[in-house]
């Protein structure tokens, strides 16, 4: 019979292995929302209302709902459906990666909002297309203004990856209440993944503030970032 | 069966669950701000001892998945002899974590205000405690509403975490309609539509707040 330290000490490889999904599901989410965060925003801020009514809707749905409702509407409510099979991993992807999306889409409307018009105008004026003034002159900036809220959106996202396991993924939660049930532990185990968490939040902030740091031109862009988590 | 009268058949039940969220934000709410107002002040006219308290809550409760403080607190105390109520543990989890939210949208308000209120109230022969109560917290609550309101709302759809301690909350009545009808994406559906209407209720209460409170300037 194992004591329940050792049990706890032999649990730490499976722990790791969860915290591998749930970065995975972090990553993932992530970059899902920032491929469809960034046309999303623009879209606010250029497209014509007709565009806008149906976005009106996503946003409404995305960030409106709380993230288990999303979860069990995507993987019991669509998964239910005829003929549609969707494995859990999937699902959380699909929900985290569009609810982030919801998020991102406003932080850089906010970001585009922040550059002064005269940028624009100076970009016209030295006979820039409208795109090439988007993409060489607005989006470096406004990619520096949204920067502070990325990293809030990175710790955002990875606390609501401790909801995969509700829909059975096997990720750092659902290894711990595995071995918080075998070795009876549940304190010292839920603490263990506190402390984990706890890392992976800070860790990943001090690295977008890192990050931060490199980029930013003396002048232009947000002067002194607003912190918070 | 159309979405109306899955609608009108789950009702009661919905009632319900409604009620118990509303129970867990009711109560979880204020205390949360209370937690953040006084953390937020410790952190700024704390002393030494209070400011390192007030820090390291802030810190450690908003780099943890408020699911982890929810298991720690209704699966983890036991081990210490300590029980709480479903209840009792999503009220406290719900509280602990937004409060620790609050608490940086109160210290940036305090350090918003200009230092010169304290030296002017100071000056007229009022004592720091006084010029803090009745000239910095007033300026305080009004700066820090948006941020704080945020929270509030963030609070009433978080509150759905207290199914997984067994509190059969909103979301909760969800899963055993949606069990029992096989009508999962209608069910959840509905249930999100619930939330989003409290979402919107609360943001144009706290609106309606805001522009009450508004100075004229």
Known sequence: ????????????????????????????????????????????????????MPLWIFDQIFRGFP????????????????????????????VLGLRSAAYQAQIYRGALEMIDRGQSEAARALGFTLTRTIVSILIPQAARYALPSLSNEYSILLKDTALAFTVGVIDLMSRAKFLAMRSRETLIVYLLVAAIY?????????????????VAIPGIGPQRARRQL | MSLVSLFLDSAPQLGHGLLVTLRLILVAAPLGLVLGLLCGLSCVY?????????????????????????????????????????FAAATLGFALCSGAYHSEYVRGAILSVPDGQMDAGRSIGMSTRQTVFHIILPQVFRKALPGCGNEIVYLIKYSSLAYLVTLVDLTGQARL?????????????????????????????????????RLPT
């Open chain 1, 198 to 214: 706890f890392v992976l939040t800070h860790g990943g902030i001090a690295l977008f503030r890192a990050v931060e740091r490199g």
């Open chain 1, 67 to 94: 993230t288990i409702v999303l979860l069990f509407l995507v993987y019991f409510g669509v998964g239910s459906l005829p003929s549609v099979s969707i494995q859990p991993i999937v699902a959380v992807i699909l």
């Open chain 1, 1 to 52: 019979m194992m004591s329940s330290t050792a049990m706890i000490w032999s649990g730490l490889p499976t722990l790791c292995r969860g915290m591998g999904i749930s970065l995975l599901l972090v990553a993932s989410s992530l970059s899902a929302g920032l491929l469809l965060g960034v046309p999303l925003g623009v879209a606010h801020v250029y497209a014509p209302r007709i565009v806008r």
């Open chain 2, 177 to 213: 309609i949606a069990n029992a009808s096989f009508r999962f994406f209608e069910t959840f559906f509905i249930v999100g539509l619930i939330y989003v209407a409290l979402v919107s209720l609360a943001t144009s209460l706290l609106q309606l707040l805001e522009r009450r409170l």
């Open chain 2, 46 to 86: 704390g002393n030494r001892l209070l400011r390192t308290l007030a820090f390291a809550y802030q810190l450690s409760f908003r780099g943890v998945p408020l699911i982890v403080l929810l298991f720690i607190l209704y699966y983890g105390l036991p081990h210490i002899g300590i029980r709480l109520t479903p």
